[in-house]
């Protein structure tokens, strides 16, 4: 067979290419300038080896590898030697396509040689077994050149390898790197290009590697695991590789989102990238990201370059760049500006801002923050609220109350920055504005405070302009752990009172009613004044607390029509009832009758303006001095720092009247006579409420009105009153309570059982389906009435024929305002002829008790009915005024003496004008005494004036 002859072995081919990345000390990307498609070879020097670089593996931190010692250096000579040069490369072997062993040469010379001379590369031992190559031979002897003279990595000096040892810091607080380097430019190394508009790099200032998104500009994204790629994804990439790839940059950092991304502008040889890739038609402008760069013109000039000659992107069919949502800000609107003062703190995010300019109420969302939602204090145990908004509801609590003194009353500048589409059910966009007080951002004073969250915007929402200082505000916070961001150990327990709303189960019926209580236990109002009582008995049992306390600080937490206040009492963590004693704010629009009648909504819309813009949410101090009987406390209130008598600037405005019968007697709580001034005043320079003011008018009015009162008590008594004495002792039962001291009664014996006879006829007459088409109730008529309580019919007397009928029960002594339906004409079978009005009024000799509105009116009335209500009671009448009884009450069965034990528990006096020496009143006097000693009650501060006398 013949020899074969050993072929001679071709000549590698010599191919040219551009220098675009340095990923090591003997490793080299560069773009094959000789293949059709430009493609990117990674080229290993042959025959070398430099220090290994670190590396980093965030999926699998146990691959993670640091740096060789002196791999940096070596890295940072190759990088500066080749990055952006043309150089010729032979490939010796080829493991794939784009990844070959290559000898490099750069302007005619193997670049290994320069890099072993400086001692950065040793020629590797395979290398070193091929002794007759002659560039082998070279590259050894330079080695011994550079280790002989100590060069590179092989200087033996342990502090140069210590120096030259770069930090790599992978993980780190990104918020506080931003709050570091933001807006400062900063030198970088490309490090790699993920895609057109988003670049990783090395700090060697900071040891950081970071990822910058470019601000204001959005390439294709690159997806390296997917051949099917956007449109010039792959164009957008290589583009920015080939411009900044391993070089270095200039970096500003210019914001951040709330997935910790960096947002900045990069400029290598004073061009900047993101003009670059627009001008180039591969990527698009992005207004929310661009907002804080200083070129955002001429980031859209280089867009619009590229959208005219339809260089690439713009070449295909247009959508919006990916993640460029539609907003007010990107459709072009101007954002407006106002200028106002802050009247209401609606929620914690949300505040109503009055407009200089307009006068108009104008509400305020505050951009980019989310606010914990502001759960009432007494809906905490409420299902419809989720467990973490009850939770967070104490720092909605408190971050109300800061933005409460913070801002209300004050001037803010507001700057509207982005709307959103309405919410379901609703018409209008949602703006979102920046407020600011004294230059600051109140969002970021909010945000640093753990009391609002930030929004984690989706790319391309609109978002505040200093969406980056609230981030960091909110980084600072949590790392704090403050507010929002507090561990649940430390959450705050709420303890509170809320004294304005009745307890549960206040006004429950009783399980049993009495029989004699029927006409006014029953029903849906007789419920109301159960609970208004019960109410009443709560409220008066804090007031010695308050009374005690004098001037207490509070804030208003709510305003109501008719001038009924909410306070909170932070000291006491207490929500209490308040109206202003003596003091009116309704004006009563007149009926054509005469008489008072609804109250009149434009004076109460100028009210609440008025209270809107001086004490709603505002701190003002109180002094309570007593319960009313609707259950809230009275007393004044002072506004301007406890300087002014908010009462009197009511009055000065012609805003309130005075009711001047208690406001006489109020001496020791305010000054009578600047009320009755300041009233005056506002009446003679016709102010509001008294606009129609005419003082003669109105004398006549009262007395007229004076005079119908009488004449209607006289009607109602059926003759002047006339004192006369005369003892007789009467078995009687109670029907109806009007105070401590003041009831009617029915007397036992035959005209009672009469009177259930009575009742029981009138109610079988079928009176609910006989109604006469012409009956017209008039005051005065006798009628049988349809109490609400129980839908029972009654003998009654019209006492007032107004826009409402008002009944009084002629058998029971109450009365009630009905509706005409309700009413129907009574037979003569049930006429007073027949039997007269069973109902007497009665009251107690020789003690006055306080009216219900006062001080322990209530509660001397609750004591009188518990022991006098639904028994039989013996009546010792003393004296008659007209039909009036003046009795001395006892229950016989329990030995007790109503007038005396009224006395003995200080809940009655005996008034200065009783002259009797009797050894009853005596008693009386003794029980009296022994109250006064005790300090109970009435008694409690000791001796009290009697201000009848």
Request: net charge neutral.
């Given at each position: 067979m013949?020899?074969?002859q050993?072929?001679p072995?071709?000549p590698?081919k010599?191919e040219?290419g551009y220098?675009?990345?340095?990923?090591?000390?003997d490793?080299?990307?560069?773009?094959?300038l000789?293949s059709?498609?430009?493609a990117q070879?990674?080229?290993?020097?042959q025959?070398i080896?430099?220090?290994?670089?670190?590396?980093?593996v965030?999926?699998?931190?146990?691959k993670d590898?640091?740096d060789?010692?002196?791999?940096?250096p070596?890295?940072?000579?190759?990088?500066r030697?080749l990055?952006?040069?043309g150089v010729?490369?032979?490939t010796?072997?080829?493991?794939?396509p784009?990844?070959?062993?290559?000898q490099?040469?750069?302007?005619?010379k193997?670049v290994?040689?320069?890099?072993?001379?400086?001692g950065w590369?040793?020629?590797?031992?395979?290398?070193?077994?091929?002794t007759?190559?002659?560039?082998i031979?070279r590259?050894?002897?330079l080695?011994?050149?550079?280790?002989?003279k100590?060069?590179?990595q092989?200087n033996?000096?342990?502090?140069?390898?210590n120096?030259?040892?770069?930090?790599v810091?992978y993980?780190f607080d990104q918020?506080?790197?931003?709050?570091k380097?933001?807006?400062r430019?900063?030198t970088?190394?490309v490090?790699?290009?993920?895609s057109?508009s988003?670049i990783?790099?090395?700090?060697?200032?900071?040891?950081?590697?970071?990822?910058?998104?470019l601000?204001?500009?959005q390439?294709?994204?690159?997806?390296f695991?997917?051949?099917?790629?956007?449109?010039?994804a792959?164009?957008?990439?290589?583009?920015?590789?080939?411009n900044?790839l391993?070089?270095d940059?200039?970096?500003?950092f210019?914001?951040?989102?709330?997935?910790k991304n960096?947002?900045?502008?990069?400029?290598v040889?004073?061009?900047?990238?993101?003009?670059?890739?627009l001008?180039?038609?591969?990527?698009?402008?992005v207004?929310?990201?661009a907002?804080?760069?200083s070129?955002i013109?001429e980031l859209?000039?280089?867009?619009?370059?590229?959208?005219t000659?339809?260089l690439?992107?713009?070449?295909q069919p247009?959508?919006?760049?990916?993640?460029?949502?539609?907003s007010?800000?990107?459709?072009g609107?101007?954002?407006?500006q106002?200028?106002g003062?802050?009247?209401d703190?609606?929620?914690?995010?949300?505040?109503?801002?009055?407009?200089?300019?307009t006068?108009?109420?104008?509400?305020?969302?505050l951009?980019?923050?989310?606010?914990?939602?502001?759960v009432?204090?007494?809906?905490?145990?409420?299902?419809?609220f989720?467990?973490?908004e009850?939770?967070?509801a104490?720092?909605?609590?408190e971050?109300?109350?800061?933005?409460r003194?913070?801002?209300?009353?004050?001037?803010?500048r507001c700057?509207?920055?982005y709307?959103r589409?309405p919410?379901k059910?609703q018409?209008e966009?949602r703006?979102?504005?920046?407020?600011?007080?004294d230059?600051k951002?109140v969002a970021?004073?909010?945000?640093e405070?753990?009391?609002?969250?930030?929004?984690?915007?989706?790319a391309?929402?609109?978002?505040?302009?200093?969406?980056?200082?609230?981030l960091?505000?909110e980084?600072r916070?949590?790392k704090k752990?403050?507010?929002?961001?507090?561990p649940k150990?430390?959450r705050?327990?709420?303890?509170?009172?809320d004294l304005s709303?009745?307890?549960?189960g206040?006004?429950?019926?009783?399980?049993?009613?009495?029989?004699?209580?029927?006409?006014?236990?029953?029903?849906?109002?007789?419920?109301?004044?159960?609970v208004?009582?019960a109410?009443?008995?709560?409220?008066?049992?804090?007031?010695p607390?308050?009374q005690r306390?004098?001037?207490?600080?509070?804030?208003?937490?709510r305003?109501?029509?008719g001038?009924?206040?909410?306070?909170?009492?932070?000291k006491d963590s207490?929500?209490?009832?308040f109206?202003l004693?003596?003091?009116?704010?309704?004006?009563?629009?007149?009926?054509?009758?005469g008489?008072?009648?609804?109250a009149?909504?434009?004076?109460?819309?100028?009210?609440?303006?008025?209270l809107r813009?001086f004490?709603?949410q505002r701190?003002?101090?109180?002094?309570?001095?007593?319960?009313d009987?609707?259950g809230?406390?009275a007393?004044?209130?002072?506004?301007n720092?406890?300087?002014?008598?908010?009462?009197v600037?009511l009055?000065?405005?012609?805003?309130?009247?005075?009711?001047h019968?208690?406001?006489?007697k109020?001496v020791k709580?305010f000054?009578?006579?600047?009320y009755?001034?300041a009233e005056?005043?506002?009446?003679?320079?016709?102010?509001?409420?008294?606009?129609?003011f005419d003082?003669?008018?109105?004398?006549?009015?009262?007395?007229?009105?004076q005079?119908?009162r009488?004449?209607e008590?006289?009607?109602?008594?059926?003759v002047?009153?006339?004192?006369k004495?005369?003892?007789?002792?009467?078995s009687?039962?109670?029907?109806?309570?009007?105070?401590?001291?003041?009831?009617?009664?029915?007397?036992?014996?035959?005209e009672?059982?009469?009177?259930?006879?009575?009742?029981?006829?009138l109610?079988?007459?079928?009176?609910d389906?006989?109604r006469?088409a012409?009956?017209t109730?008039?005051e005065?008529d006798?009628?049988?009435?349809?109490?609400?309580?129980?839908?029972?019919?009654?003998?009654g007397?019209?006492?007032s024929?107004?826009?409402?009928?008002?009944?009084?029960y002629?058998?029971?002594?109450?009365?009630?305002?009905?509706?005409?339906?309700?009413?129907?004409?009574l037979?003569?079978?049930?006429?007073?002829k027949?039997l007269?009005?069973?109902?007497?009024?009665g009251?107690?000799?020789?003690?006055?008790?306080?009216?219900?509105?006062?001080d322990?009116?209530?509660?001397?009335?609750?004591?009188?009915?518990?022991?006098?209500?639904d028994?039989?009671?013996?009546a010792n009448?003393?004296?008659r005024?007209?039909d009036v009884?003046?009795?001395?009450?006892?229950d016989?069965?329990?030995?007790?003496?109503?007038?005396a034990?009224?006395?003995?528990?200080?809940?009655?006096?005996?008034?200065?004008?009783?002259?009797?020496?009797?050894p009853?009143v005596q008693?009386?006097?003794e029980?009296?005494?022994?109250?006064?000693k005790?300090?109970?009650?009435l008694?409690?501060?000791?001796?009290?004036?009697?201000?009848?006398e």
């Amino acid at each position: 067979m013949a020899e074969q002859q050993r072929k001679p072995r071709q000549p590698a081919k010599v191919e040219r290419g551009y220098v675009v990345g340095v990923p090591s000390g003997d490793s080299l990307v560069v773009v094959n300038l000789d293949s059709k498609d430009l493609a990117q070879v990674e080229l290993t020097l042959q025959g070398i080896q430099a220090p290994r670089l670190g590396i980093h593996v965030p999926s699998n931190p146990s691959k993670d590898r640091e740096d060789a010692p002196w791999s940096w250096p070596a890295r940072e000579f190759l990088r500066r030697k080749l990055i952006g040069q043309g150089v010729v490369f032979r490939t010796t072997y080829s493991a794939t396509p784009n990844r070959r062993i290559a000898q490099v040469f750069l302007d005619g010379k193997d670049v290994r040689e320069d890099l072993v001379a400086a001692g950065w590369a040793k020629v590797n031992d395979k290398a070193n077994e091929n002794t007759r190559n002659k560039s082998i031979a070279r590259l050894q002897e330079l080695e011994r050149s550079a280790r002989d003279k100590q060069l590179g990595q092989f200087n033996k000096d342990q502090k140069a390898a210590n120096r030259a040892n770069r930090n790599v810091i992978y993980k780190f607080d990104q918020f506080e790197l931003f709050e570091k380097l933001k807006g400062r430019h900063i030198t970088g190394v490309v490090e790699q290009v993920r895609s057109g508009s988003t670049i990783k790099l090395y700090l060697p200032e900071t040891g950081h590697v970071v990822l910058v998104l470019l601000s204001g500009v959005q390439s294709p994204v690159y997806r390296f695991s997917d051949d099917d790629q956007e449109a010039f994804a792959r164009e957008a990439r290589f583009f920015a590789e080939l411009n900044v790839l391993n070089r270095d940059v200039t970096v500003v950092f210019e914001g951040i989102d709330k997935a910790k991304n960096f947002f900045g502008t990069i400029i290598v040889d004073g061009k900047n990238l993101s003009v670059k890739l627009l001008q180039e038609g591969l990527a698009k402008f992005v207004d929310w990201s661009a907002q804080k760069t200083s070129n955002i013109n001429e980031l859209k000039a280089a867009e619009e370059e590229a959208r005219t000659k339809s260089l690439r992107l713009w070449s295909q069919p247009q959508t919006a760049a990916k993640g460029q949502k539609k907003s007010s800000q990107a459709e072009g609107v101007s954002r407006s500006q106002l200028l106002g003062r802050v009247i209401d703190i609606i929620s914690v995010g949300t505040v109503a801002v009055l407009d200089d300019r307009t006068g108009e109420e104008v509400k305020i969302n505050l951009a980019s923050v989310q606010a914990p939602r502001l759960v009432p204090r007494d809906k905490l145990d409420d299902a419809k609220f989720t467990e973490e908004e009850k939770a967070n509801a104490p720092y909605a609590w408190e971050a109300k109350e800061y933005l409460r003194k913070r801002l209300v009353g004050h001037k803010v500048r507001c700057v509207q920055e982005y709307a959103r589409e309405p919410a379901k059910g609703q018409s209008e966009n949602r703006s979102f504005w920046s407020v600011y007080l004294d230059k600051k951002n109140v969002a970021i004073e909010l945000a640093e405070r753990g009391y609002v969250r930030v929004v984690d915007h989706r790319a391309g929402e609109q978002r505040s302009p200093e969406y980056e200082e609230l981030l960091l505000a909110e980084n600072r916070a949590v790392k704090k752990n403050v507010g929002l961001h507090a561990p649940k150990s430390r959450r705050p327990i709420v303890h509170y009172t809320d004294l304005s709303i009745p307890e549960d189960g206040a006004g429950k019926e009783p399980e049993a009613a009495a029989a004699g209580d029927q006409p006014k236990t029953f029903g849906r109002k007789a419920q109301q004044e159960r609970v208004t009582q019960a109410q009443v008995a709560r409220l008066t049992a804090h007031l010695p607390l308050l009374q005690r306390a004098g001037r207490v600080s509070a804030v208003v937490d709510r305003i109501f029509p008719g001038g009924k206040f909410k306070l909170w009492i932070d000291k006491d963590s207490t929500m209490i009832p308040f109206v202003l004693h003596s003091i009116r704010l309704d004006k009563l629009v007149e009926t054509e009758e005469g008489k008072p009648g609804e109250a009149d909504p434009a004076h109460r819309a100028k009210v609440a303006k008025y209270l809107r813009d001086f004490v709603y949410q505002r701190d003002v101090e109180i002094v309570v001095d007593s319960v009313d009987k609707r259950g809230n406390y009275a007393g004044t209130l002072f506004i301007n720092n406890g300087k002014k008598d908010f009462a009197v600037a009511l009055l000065e405005e012609g805003l309130a009247s005075v009711f001047h019968p208690t406001a006489q007697k109020a001496v020791k709580l305010f000054n009578y006579k600047e009320y009755d001034s300041a009233e005056k005043g506002a009446q003679n320079a016709r102010k509001n409420m008294w606009s129609d003011f005419d003082p003669v008018v109105e004398e006549e009015r009262r007395k007229a009105a004076q005079a119908k009162r009488q004449a209607e008590r006289a009607a109602r008594d059926g003759v002047a009153a006339e004192k006369k004495s005369k003892a007789d002792i009467l078995s009687i039962t109670l029907t109806e309570i009007i105070d401590g001291s003041t009831f009617f009664y029915q007397i036992l014996g035959e005209e009672q059982s009469a009177l259930d006879v009575l009742m029981k006829d009138l109610n079988a007459q079928n009176l609910d389906s006989s109604r006469p088409a012409d009956f017209t109730p008039k005051e005065g008529d006798l009628v049988a009435a349809k109490f609400t309580g129980d839908d029972n019919w009654y003998r009654g007397k019209v006492v007032s024929a107004g826009a409402e009928l008002v009944v009084y029960y002629v058998d029971y002594g109450n009365s009630e305002p009905l509706t005409a339906d309700r009413l129907r004409p009574l037979g003569s079978a049930f006429d007073l002829k027949v039997l007269p009005a069973q109902a007497h009024e009665g009251r107690l000799a020789y003690v006055r008790t306080p009216p219900l509105d006062d001080d322990f009116g209530r509660d001397a009335a609750a004591f009188f009915k518990e022991h006098a209500w639904d028994k039989p009671m013996v009546a010792n009448v003393q004296w008659r005024e007209g039909d009036v009884a003046h009795v001395v009450l006892g229950d016989p069965e329990a030995q007790v003496f109503v007038n005396a034990a009224l006395l003995r528990v200080g809940l009655a006096t005996i008034p200065r004008g009783v002259r009797d020496r009797s050894p009853l009143v005596q008693k009386l006097r003794e029980q009296e005494a022994t109250a006064r000693k005790d300090h109970v009650n009435l008694w409690q501060y000791g001796d009290i004036e009697d201000d009848e006398e």
